[in-house]
Structures are given as C-alpha cells and as structure tokens.
C-alpha cells in the first residue's frame, strides 16, 4: 500500500533530509586518501545523534553500521571497516537518518584525490540521471516515467543500470511501497500522487549490469569488476515541480 503523507510528516522528514544533506558536506571535506570507512561512520553517527536524528541504518535488517560505505566496485551496501581509501578510489556513501519516526534517505559518491576521466563520467552521469528521471516525478505521470528517463540517459552514455536493487517509497519506515526500478518502459506503474515520498537512486555501471552479493551476505560488488556510482535523494512529490528533500 503506498502511503500519502500529511503536511506534519513531510515536514519531519524533511528534517532528517537537512541533516543528512549537512551531513554529506561534513564527509565530504575528510574523504581523503588514508581515511578508514569505519571513521567515516564515527563521524556521521555523531553528527546524526548531534542533530536530533536517529541513523536509520544502524540495525536495520540487521546492519552493523550508520553509513553504506561502497567503494569501486561496490555497488552498495559496503560495510565501514579499517579499509584506508586510496588515491583514485570512488566512494559511494549511503545514509538514512530518522527524526521523530519520519525517515530520509540519500546517497553521493564522492572523488578521493585524483580519478581517472571514466570514473569522473560515470558519476555525473549518475547524478544527471537523478534529475532527468525526477523531471517525470509529477503528479498525474506513472511511476515508471522517471524509471524510463533514468534508464535511457545512462545507457546514451555506455553505462549500465543495476537491476536487482532499486528506489523505494519511504516514511516511517525506511522501504515502503511502491518500488522505484531505474530501467523499464514508460508508462507504467501506479500514477503520482500529492504527498507520495520517493527514494530515487540510480546505481550505474562502468560495465555489464550484472550484479552479486559478497560472503558477509550485505556488500554488492559488480559482476564484472567494474567500476559503479550512486545517486539518491528523498522526493515528495507537489501539485508542481517535486521537492527534494535531502539537498540544502
């Protein structure tokens, strides 16, 4: 069943999604080579906690930690550990933050130091395909149109679309109808409505969209080896243009 939200909860997930796009500056800043993931988990508990939210993650399903940490060829759910990031490592960091029961959720991936020109593209590619999908995330338009728009921007580029994981509806829970896949035809899937909340989040391959599951049964990793970026934000969808949630 897929939730509308009321003009209260909105505005308590939009609270969460502050905190986590000031979250995201925060990290931004100490990514550097030689930083472990399991600092940049330290870092952003506290600032979650320090801010009134709680970090949505932690626990959830059974995950150890605050942040999804992924890096290279991780696609997601990369668990922070005393892994240093390297010079021409990507980072996709994943984080959800709750306040008062009102979830939000987000994902950038960051540079660290100097990266090659494919990785460069592939991750202005992810983030563009954000946009292009969510110039579909309209009132009255079927869910699909913004999986559509997702899919054909990244693969006018040479990348691929993973589709095994995908967007969600979101609010007190963290996963809530209806799903959000990043590939598939137009004109499909239930039809916008005011006050729908949306976790869109392209995740894109350098390589085949093929994707598998690491032995810890939580981090995954491109099939191939090759390299793969996310994207995510918090939307709700207007009577207009959908607000985002989780950008300053």
């Known amino acids: 069943m897929i939730y509308i939200k009321s003009k209260n909860e909105i505005d308590l997930m939009r609270t969460a999604g502050k905190v986590i796009a000031n979250l995201f500056e925060v990290l931004e800043k100490v990514i550097k080579p030689g930083v472990t993931t399991l600092e940049l988990d330290r870092i ?7 801010n009134g939210c709680k970090p949505a993650f932690k626990g959830l399903y059974g ?3 605050s942040i999804c940490t992924s890096i290279n060829e991780e696609v997601v759910h990369g668990i922070p550990s005393l892994r240093k990031l390297k010079e021409g490592d990507i980072i996709s960091i994943d984080i959800g933050a709750s306040y008062k029961g009102y979830n939000a959720d987000a ?3 960051f540079y660290v130091g100097e990266i090659t020109e494919e990785a460069q593209k592939l991750i202005e590619v992810t983030k563009n395909s954000f946009f292009e999908g969510i110039k579909y995330a309209k009132e009255g338009n079927r869910l699909s149109n913004i999986s559509h728009a997702i899919q054909t921007y990244v693969e006018n580029y040479g990348f691929s679309v993973v589709r095994e994981y995908v967007g969600h509806g979101i609010g007190i829970k963290m996963h809530e109808d209806p799903q959000v896949p ?3 035809p137009p004109g499909r899937g239930p ?3 005011k006050g729908m ?3 869109i989040e392209p995740m894109v391959n350098t390589g085949h969209y093929m994707v598998k599951t690491l032995e810890n ?3 995954v990793v491109t ?4 390299l793969s970026a996310h994207y995510e934000n918090t939307i709700v969808i207007t009577e207009g243009e959908p607000e985002i949630l989780t950008i300053l």
Do not use: H, M, Q, S
Not at 223 to 226: S, V
């Open 197 to 199: 909340c949306l976790a």
């Open 44 to 50: 952003a508990e506290e600032f979650i906690i320090k």
């Open 217 to 219: 049964n939580w981090t």
């Open 223 to 226: 099939a191939d080896g090759g």
């Open 107 to 109: 994902a950038r991936t």
């Open 182 to 184: 990043n590939f598939g």
């Open 63 to 65: 995950f150890p930690a």
């Open 191 to 193: 039809r916008l409505k």
